[in-house]
């Protein structure tokens, strides 16, 4: 099935939005109970989004791919059900929009550090500016985190 086919069959149950200062990483963020699938964009600024795989027994488990995400370039991000999903902000500010293939799941949530060595994510880090993290995303564990 191809990505288009994917996206189009997804019912969508919720939208959210994000405001995030210059420097903020966050997630890395799942749900186990009921996996959502996302479909990012960026309505102002520029991100560099983030998908990891997190289906144990896939043959692209801990792989992740990234995207910049930006008002200019107009792109969107799938992020299917079973992946962690995570982003850092480039510029000044940036406002995401992400539609939701299952309702946010606060006992199902689950997450995992962005600096994780095993997954060795390249993040376009800027000089001389620091990582904002909430406690949440500070303490979470390793990669894998089971």
Same mark, same amino acid.
């Given at each position: 099935m191809s990505l288009s086919a994917t996206v189009a069959l997804s019912s969508w149950y919720q939208d959210n939005h994000s405001y995030s200062k210059?420097?903020? $990483?966050r @997630? $890395?963020? &799942?749900? +186990? /109970?009921?996996?959502?699938?996302? !479909? =990012?964009? =960026? =309505?102002?600024?520029?991100? #560099? /989004? +983030? %998908?990891v795989d997190v289906r144990q027994g896939s043959a692209s488990y801990g792989k *992740? =791919? @990234?995207?910049?995400?930006s008002e200019e370039n107009g792109d969107?991000? *799938?992020?299917?059900?079973? #992946? %962690?999903?995570? #982003?850092? +902000? !480039?510029?000044? @500010?940036? /406002? +995401? $929009?992400?539609?939701?293939? /299952? &309702?946010?799941s606060p006992?199902?949530?689950? @997450? #995992?550090? *962005?600096?994780?060595?095993e997954l060795a994510i390249t993040w376009p880090m800027l000089a001389d500016t620091p990582v904002l993290l909430s406690d949440k995303d500070a303490t979470a564990p390793l990669f894998p985190p089971f």
């Open positions: 210059q420097g903020t $990483l @997630g $890395l963020h &799942y749900q +186990v /109970d009921k996996p959502q699938g996302k !479909l =990012v964009r =960026v =309505v102002r600024g520029i991100i #560099f /989004d +983030v %998908a *992740w =791919v @990234g995207q910049f995400l969107q991000m *799938w992020i299917p059900p079973g #992946f %962690a999903h995570g #982003f850092y +902000v !480039l510029s000044e @500010g940036a /406002d +995401v $929009l992400y539609r939701c293939s /299952d &309702y946010y006992a199902g949530e689950c @997450g #995992f550090r *962005w600096n994780s060595p």
